[in-house]
């Protein structure tokens, strides 16, 4: 019942609303002597070819490649080892995972922001970020939840 008095009274504030707007002129049709949009096409200009100099492999940068990661998930369990710059989780299942936090993570002990090395070995966490394909256990967090009892 509440929500039918609720729908009820948005069609009514709605009914309110287009006899205000039809009482002052309002209306949706476009005015005849409204303007009508010229276009026209642009010259190309010509393009810059590159000189035999700027095409030598050599001369051009190649890319570094970057570790392929997973879709997006998250690992719970409870920190074995904290490291520098990362930390060793066991996974509820067994598994064990090196967890490092990406630029700019949030990281939480017991609901408030804290830098990485204020956790500790025994601490429950709950981590999201992505884990690198292949075998290693490398996970990229981006967010890093831990609980402290």
Do not use: C, Y
């Not at 930390?87 to 990281?107: D, M, S, T």
């Amino acid at each position: 019942m509440r929500r039918f008095g609720l729908h009820l009274a948005a069609a009514v504030g709605a009914t309110g609303i287009f006899v205000a707007a039809a009482a002052v002129g309002a209306h949706q049709t476009q005015p005849s002597g409204a303007p009508a949009a010229v276009v026209s096409p642009v010259a190309r200009s010509p393009v810059a070819r590159p000189t035999p100099e700027q095409r030598e492999p050599g001369a051009v940068a190649q890319p570094t490649p970057t570790p392929a990661l997973g879709p997006e998930r998250s690992v719970a369990g409870t920190i074995r080892e904290l490291q520098p710059d990362a930390i060793v989780v066991q996974g509820v299942g067994g598994r064990v995972w090196r967890v490092e936090p990406a630029q700019g993570a949030l990281i939480r002990l017991n609901g408030k922001t804290t830098p990485l090395d204020t956790l500790a070995a025994g601490d429950a966490v709950v981590i999201l970020g992505q884990a690198e394909s292949g075998p290693g256990g490398r996970f990229l967090a981006h967010a890093v939840t831990a609980r402290r009892t």
